[in-house]
């Protein structure tokens, strides 16, 4: 057996002078002594077993001296360090030698980053987040999807603004003016944006802004101002008045003075139906006393009736005012030739009876009709009102007698006017409700001077 082995070791050692002879060897290899000497270290790489036996592996790298022969034995101490050529690529599989022995620590390249796990691509960079998904950008937040972010504003077209989810033009867009969510809002008025603050757009039906103040809206009511009648600055002046939207003549002495309290008493022209298509007229307004605004609607003047029934001196009046319940209250007086009230003897004023809306107080029979009485403006009294053409004693106290139409208006008791024979050729009288109808004789008749007359409000 040894005798094998010798001439096995002598076929090689002259195999391997055979090559040194070639130039093919390396000639820094000596061999000294026999074959049995010490055969000098030599690198062996990470893959190459301790043991450099028969059972070397034929994949030691090429650049690993190769001319030891491969039946020497070589020991390499177990202690020795095996250094790891550092040309070894760094992406030579961890796997790859099946011969390391396990307890050989395999350097890891240097350029290659110790602290990325295993299981890590080499190529992903060391400062992403392992635990981002490879195809997200860094900077996005992993529940946000890529393509649109929560917090990114939906695009307005050029112009527009957006409030909230939807775009507006904040120059013309009359809820959000200026800014988002600021309505613009005018009193009577239809409300516009105009290059970004809130104007009125237009007026509702009626109404005018005639002060240009914005703040205030459409603030006149062009249907009844006297100033701005249908539009602003269109005046009525101070003897018309503004009716659905146009100028008109007042219909009584009432409406005239509510136009211009500072009217004196007078006559005036009147359109006693309103709007309506009966000719304008003129009427005697009485516009001083117990509040002005009365309208004549009898006047004994200096007529001496002599029939059963006197109708009023005005009867256009009394169908306008009277009869549909317009006037409401009636101012008894006697007045001078100029229609100033006697000073010397009362007026009275009351409710105007409902008699009266069907006809004239002097036109019916024998009337008696209790009535709240003011004297000379004071308090109202319950008082009884006579009236009509029939025969009666002296005096308003009296009861009304059998026969006859010699005719009274009076108020009883008092000392209101007394109007009376103005259903006789008598002359009428004007004297006062506490004494006889004749008791003043002469002084007491009617006539230009001293006229019985009836107003209305």
Do not use: K
């Amino acid at each position: 057996m040894r005798e094998g082995r010798s001439h096995g070791r002598a076929r090689w050692i002259g195999a391997l002078a055979l090559l040194s002879g070639c130039g093919l060897g390396n000639p820094d290899l000596v061999f000294s002594g026999d074959v049995g000497a010490d055969v000098p270290f030599v690198d062996v790489p990470v893959d190459v077993p301790v043991d450099a036996g028969m059972d070397v592996p034929t994949d030691v790298p090429v650049d690993v001296p190769v001319d030891v022969p491969a039946d020497v034995r070589v020991d390499v101490p177990m202690d020795v360090p095996v250094d790891v050529p550092v040309d070894v690529p760094g992406d030579v599989p961890v796997d790859v030698p099946m011969d390391v022995p396990m307890d050989v620590p395999v350097d890891i390249p240097v350029d290659v980053p110790v602290d990325i796990p295993i299981d890590v691509p080499v190529d992903i960079p060391v400062d992403v987040p392992v635990d981002i998904p490879v195809d997200v950008p860094v900077d996005v937040p992993v529940d946000v999807p890529v393509d649109v972010p929560v917090d990114v504003p939906p695009v307005c077209p050029t112009g527009q603004t957006r409030c909230g989810t939807t775009c507006f033009d904040l120059a013309t867009d009359v809820n959000h003016c200026g800014a988002c969510d600021t309505a613009c809002s005018f009193p009577n008025a239809v409300a516009g944006c105009a290059a970004r603050a809130c104007v009125i757009a237009s007026c509702n039906p009626g109404r005018g802004n005639c002060d240009g103040t914005a703040s205030n809206g459409c603030e006149t009511d062009t249907s009844t101002s006297n100033a701005h009648c249908g539009a602003c600055g269109t005046s009525c002046g101070t003897d018309r008045l503004c009716s659905a939207g146009a100028c008109r003549l007042p219909r009584d002495c009432r409406e005239l003075h509510t136009l211009n309290p500072a009217l004196p008493s007078g006559e005036y022209m009147v359109d006693l139906d309103g709007a309506g298509a009966g000719a304008a007229t003129t009427v005697r307004c009485d516009m001083t006393t117990d509040g002005g605004g009365w309208t004549l609607v009898f006047d004994s003047g200096t007529s001496n009736f002599n029939q059963a029934g006197v109708p009023w001196t005005r009867a256009d009046v009394a169908a306008a005012l009277v009869t549909p319940g317009l006037a409401t209250t009636t101012l008894v007086a006697f007045r001078d030739a100029s229609f100033a009230l006697l000073p010397s003897l009362f007026r009275v004023s009351f409710a105007i009876p409902a008699g009266w809306r069907t006809a004239a107080p002097l036109a019916v029979s024998n009337v008696d009709v209790p009535v709240m009485v003011s004297f000379d403006g004071g308090g109202p009294l319950l008082r009884t009102l006579r009236h009509g053409y029939a025969g009666f004693l002296d005096n308003c106290a009296g009861a009304w007698g059998v026969g006859g139409n010699f005719g009274r208006f009076c108020i009883t008791p008092s000392p209101a006017p007394f109007y009376a024979a103005f259903g006789v050729g008598a002359a009428d009288r004007c004297v006062t409700s506490d004494v006889s109808w004749n008791g003043l004789g002469t002084v007491g008749e009617c006539g230009a001077s001293r006229r019985f007359t009836l107003y209305i409000r």
